[in-house]
């Protein structure tokens, strides 16, 4: 335990040393391995995040409407799916999804690789594993996890005008001004803010445990089920305290 | 003192001093001192699990010793600093025993990467490298493959054409033999001379393979195992280690099942890492040895 972490802060610590002072080292980042990162990362994740939020959408609009309609007060649909999917689900959904196909397959990646001795084959040809293979993948997730919430906002509350549009009869134009009114564009920014914490802190347990597989196959395996838990569990708890820090 | 240029025959190219090495209680390598020096095919030998690849990776600085030193062009790699070592690691070539190409990237692309990496030159140039160092070790028409569209004795020659691929002038070798026919065996032993007589490197290389050791060695260490586990137990030229007094050096020359290797109850002292087992009782000496070759 108290070695994973040791692991963790040293990982944390060279991410820093690469994204910020070996740029000025002439050592910059490696552009061309980002974009593929930020394809196989972020493009690829868009279909699955895309229908996840479409039914997270969908669903919140229902449940609200039935809740509401007692009330005679499903006129605050809209505003509950929106304010709800920007400043928490959207943002918590899109992790989730992120930890699942990416977080999990850039740990099995690097432990296959740490495992079958060519991370230690590029450090002995002289390429340092954190130019050539994490800072591309850190900075595709950190950019990616971002976009990949606005994708999932956007596509949520389509599921939620789905439900509003021909289910509660409100126009397209009352839906949109009704889901505006009660959201701002902090609460955006903030949506935002917690989709690239969640991306770093993705990015770097999955990493750090990557790079610390051993015992071939099996340690692969464990290793990458350890990623997604940890990654899971610490999303939860950091997207709990962002909402206590800046809406409670 | 620049890369190509060979190093005077008074000062070694790598030197180890009473290397010392701990996992855990165990004790790997136990005072381990030799020198290299250019121009040399240096083999280190021994037995299963006798802490050769072990000493290779000292020397290629991804291990750190429990003690000792190792000086490799004249400086200390034990406590040099990671950007240093990252310098020193462009004048070396290192072949992988599991080969150890990129996955994500084809057998030329592998081939191409410390060219790409390390040189300025353009990509008509690098192409025609890479191309003459597939050619090199019989692999021309292979570069558009994947390593797992290839055999095991292709990744291997691959990731030899990989560590030359700068013309590096110390080339390190784990098991480069292991797992290839007799044929691909002779044609990395004659490249590995070639490097050696013509190009003018220094080779070390980690090998069992008896008819590797007496072809292209000059210089020969041996590990012990058992009770002299990580300790050099036999040190020379081809001829002397030929010549050797020490039992268990004429009994793994020999790959003779039963001799001083072997204790009183003719068990093999090193059973334990070839069959992976601690109780002996239940395997019988037969059974060791039909699992040898």
């Known amino acids: 335990m108290i070695e994973a972490f040791r692991q963790y802060f040293a990982l944390c610590g060279s991410l820093l040393y690469w994204l910020f002072a070996a740029p000025f080292r002439g050592k910059p980042w490696r552009i061309g391995h980002t974009f593929a990162q930020i394809v196989r990362i972020g493009v690829h994740a868009v279909p699955m995040s895309a229908l996840t939020a479409l039914t997270i959408g969908v669903v919140l609009a229902m449940q609200s409407a039935a809740q509401l309609a007692k009330l005679g007060a499903t006129v605050y ?172 | 003192m620049t890369p190509n240029a060979p190093d005077s025959a008074a000062e070694p190219l790598i030197e180890v001093n009473s290397l010392v090495r701990h996992f855990g209680k165990q004790k790997v390598l136990d005072g381990v001192s030799f020198k290299v020096y250019a121009g040399d095919t240096f083999i280190i030998m021994g037995g299963s699990g006798c802490g050769k690849s072990t000493l290779l990776r000292h020397l290629i600085g991804t291990e750190k010793p429990t003690s000792g030193s190792i000086k490799i062009f004249g400086q200390e790699i034990t406590t040099m600093r990671a950007e240093a070592l990252q310098k020193l690691r462009g004048r070396y070539g290192m072949l992988f025993q599991s080969g150890a190409l990129l996955q994500s990237l084809t057998v030329a692309e592998n081939v191409a990467l410390p060219l790409v990496e390390h040189t300025q030159l353009d990509a008509g140039l690098i192409d025609t490298v890479v191309k003459m160092k597939l050619e090199q070790v019989g692999l021309t028409g292979h570069g558009h493959k994947k390593p797992s569209e290839i055999s095991g004795g292709m990744k291997k020659r691959a990731a030899l054409a990989r560590a030359l691929a700068l013309d590096p002038p110390l080339v390190f070798s784990d098991e480069p033999t292991a797992g290839l026919d007799p044929i691909m065996t002779a044609v990395v032993d004659e490249l590995t001379q070639r490097l050696t007589q013509k190009i003018g490197a220094t080779v070390v290389v980690v090998t069992h393979d008896m008819n590797s050791v007496f072809r292209i060695g ?69 059974a060791i040895q039909s699992s040898k070759p």
């Open chain 2, 218 to 286: 000059t210089r020969i260490i041996m590990l012990g195992t058992g009770p002299n586990q990580g300790k050099i137990i036999a040190a020379g030229t081809p001829e002397e280690i030929k010549a050797h007094p020490n039992p268990a050096v004429q009994q793994f020359i020999n790959g003779d099942p039963e001799g001083d290797g072997t204790d009183d109850s003719g068990e093999l002292l090193y059973r334990e890492t070839l069959l992976g087992i601690n109780d002996t009782g239940k395997y019988s000496r037969s």
């Open chain 1, 77 to 248: 649909v809209p505003g509950l799916v929106s304010s709800s999917l920007i400043r928490e689900l959207a943002p918590l959904v899109t992790a989730v999804i992120v930890i699942g196909r990416s977080g999990s397959s850039v740990t099995a990646e690097l432990g296959t690789m740490k495992v079958s001795e060519e991370i230690e084959a590029l450090e002995v040809m002289a390429i340092p594993p954190m130019s050539y293979l994490i800072i591309p993948r850190f900075l595709a997730m950190v950019i990616m996890m971002p976009l990949l919430t606005v994708f999932s906002i956007y596509v949520g509350l389509t599921g939620g005008w789905l439900i509003g549009h021909y289910s509660l009869n409100m126009s397209t134009a009352y839906f949109v001004s009704h889901a505006l009114q009660y959201v701002e564009l902090s609460d955006v920014g903030i949506g935002l803010l917690k989709s690239g914490i969640f991306g770093v802190l993705i990015v770097t347990i999955a990493c750090s445990i990557g790079l610390n597989v051993s015992g071939g196959a099996e340690g692969v395996g464990l290793a990458t089920t350890r990623s997604v838990v940890v990654s899971l569990l610490s999303v939860f708890i950091a997207n709990a305290v962002l909402t206590a820090l800046f809406f409670f």
